[in-house]
């Protein structure tokens, strides 16, 4: 009955139908994800294979989850890491990545982090991914920073470190093969982040995501 009562702003409106739609979308990627039966069959068991080599092409983003969704494509960068499986399939792996990104406005920085990977095969050979972990960022200054100590301002070198909760969707592709095989995929992650500063103690970074698994036949010929 209140809840009727109250009237948004049509900018809140707005906003809050575009979050609505975002988080249903998400929401039955999830669902169709985990619902998903794993194909669990000779090919995926032989074929895959541990280590690969993961090269990503990123962009980074400095906003709030689903907003400025232009600036993902703004901030590039580069990720390399490798993964391992749990089971000798690739449904669940765990994952290590170590990258970079150029960001002007709000500073260059780099990242080491580690996901916890579910990866049903749901379509052929088709996948989707839900990853979540931990890691660390150093964010550099964009500009020459300042700190008031001691009665006058002193410039403040480095930049800021902060811890990382990365929490990713992903859609791929694996062909597998005896040879060298290659593994495409796209991926959307969604970064809390603490300690940027006193005022404000969490704040969100997203990637955008576009690389490829490379699995190596390491067997001697």
């Given at each position: 009955m209140l809840g009727s009562c109250i009237l948004l702003p049509a900018s809140l409106r707005h906003r809050f139908l575009k979050m609505k739609k975002a988080y249903t979308l998400i929401g039955a990627f999830l669902f169709t994800a985990i619902l998903a039966k794993a194909q669990?069959?000779?090919?995926?068991t032989k074929y895959y294979r541990n280590f690969p080599i993961i090269v990503t092409l990123q962009f980074q983003n400095l906003a709030s989850p689903f907003h400025d969704l232009n600036g993902n494509f703004s901030n590039p960068g580069l990720m390399l890491g490798t993964e391992v499986s749990y089971s000798g399939r690739q449904?669940?792996?765990?994952?290590?990545y170590?990258?970079?990104?150029?960001?002007k406005n709000a500073g260059n920085g780099i990242m080491v982090f580690t996901q916890t990977v579910y990866r049903?095969?749901?379509?052929?050979?088709?996948?989707?991914?839900?990853?979540?972990?931990i890691g660390w960022q150093r964010i550099f200054h964009p500009v020459e920073a300042y700190e008031f100590?001691?009665?006058?301002?002193?410039?403040?070198a480095g930049g800021k470190s902060q811890l990382m909760v990365p929490l990713g969707i992903s859609v791929g592709y694996n062909h597998y093969k005896e040879n060298t095989y290659f593994s495409p995929f796209i991926s959307y992650q969604l970064i809390p982040a603490l300690g940027y500063d006193k005022v404000i103690p969490l704040n969100f970074y997203s990637l955008f995501q576009v690389g490829t698994r490379i699995h190596f036949n390491y067997a001697s010929k």
């Open positions: 669990h069959n000779s090919t995926s449904n669940w792996v765990q994952q290590c170590a990258g970079f990104y150029f960001n049903p095969a749901i379509f052929k050979r088709f996948y989707p991914e839900i990853k979540a972990g100590k001691e009665g006058t301002w002193k410039s403040v």
